[in-house]
């Protein structure tokens, strides 16, 4: 059983449900159906590691991944809810799902991500830092990562179980008691154990990528940069098929005219041996 304390304007209590938690006053947990816009800077983080997760996921078995995908694990209070930036879900969701903009974890066939990814906002930066991975631990999700890129978050957070802040990347994960904690709280790299990869912040920590070594060098990389690289591959590849043509016809440009200037001067040589042999023969 989890179990854990919110402290936004005044303790509250916590009441249980099918082994699930909330608070018993739990307004602020209400999940919206309204899509809220992201500020453009917000939304490029987001679409950078959504996509380095798309094209990881499919060489991955079973494996989702969905952008603001809300998650709703309290039967009791369905308004009750998360939704991610990015969440990375094992096994991928029922194919019904597709036209869903938010999943019952109670109802069959569907579960919590195995990941979770927030990029804290700048309108509401001690959400990410405080309300979310309660939220995480709640609905038990295993894993959770807080990208804050422009080190807006709370300096110190009430009634956080984490390090005061901000930081550029936090990590949360289940103990072997089942309690949720900040295992990693820095600028990174930090190893995700859900990944078998490292999160690296890059661009001067604007950008969130993953990479397979700690010096964040070995990136993963999105289905547009494969394609760019194949291309670039690709044009390479003809560039030196043309060289290399460029080059036969070259030397066999230069074996002609060799041989030609060798044809002359066999004649030349012929020529002057003909006139020295009618000389002596005078």
């Known amino acids: 059983m989890l179990s854990f304390s919110i402290m936004h304007h005044g303790a509250r209590e916590l009441h249980h449900h099918h082994g699930f938690q909330v608070p018993r006053d739990w307004r602020d947990w209400e999940l919206s159906e309204e899509t809220m816009p992201e500020a453009p800077d917000h939304a490029k983080a987001i679409n950078l590691i ?7 996921a499919r060489s991955q078995p079973n494996t989702q991944v969905e952008h603001n995908m809300g998650i709703r694990w309290d039967e009791a209070h369905p308004t009750v809810g998360l939704d991610p930036d990015a969440s990375v879900f094992r ?27 927030e990029v804290v906002s700048r309108t509401n930066s001690r959400k990410d830092y405080e309300v979310v991975p309660r939220k995480c631990e709640s609905a038990g999700i295993p894993e959770l990562c807080v990208f804050d890129p422009f080190l807006i978050g709370p300096r110190r957070g009430r009634g956080t179980r984490g390090e005061s802040g901000p930081h550029r990347l936090q990590l949360w ?3 072997a008691n089942g309690k949720f904690k900040q295992v990693y709280a820095g600028d990174g790299p930090v190893y995700s154990p859900t990944l078998n990869g490292y999160f690296v912040a890059v661009d001067e920590g604007l950008k969130l990528r993953i990479s397979d070594d700690e010096a964040g060098l ?6 547009e940069e494969v394609e760019r690289k194949a291309k670039e591959l690709a044009w390479k590849a003809e560039a030196m098929e043309r060289a290399e043509k460029m080059a036969e016809r070259a030397a066999k440009e230069a ?7 060798a044809l002359a001067l066999v004649a030349e040589l012929k ?9 002596t023969k005078k």
């Open 218 to 223: 070995q990136w993963w990389p999105t289905s």
């Open 91 to 117: 096994p991928a969701l029922p194919p019904d799902s597709s036209h869903k903009s938010s999943i019952h974890t109670w109802e069959p066939g569907y579960s919590v991500p195995i990941l979770a990814i």
């Open 173 to 175: 994960r289940h103990d």
């Open 255 to 261: 074996a002609q005219k060799g041989e030609k200037e």
């Open 50 to 56: 959504e996509a380095i997760l798309a094209w990881w």
């Open 271 to 279: 020529a002057l041996l003909a006139k020295a042999t009618n000389s």
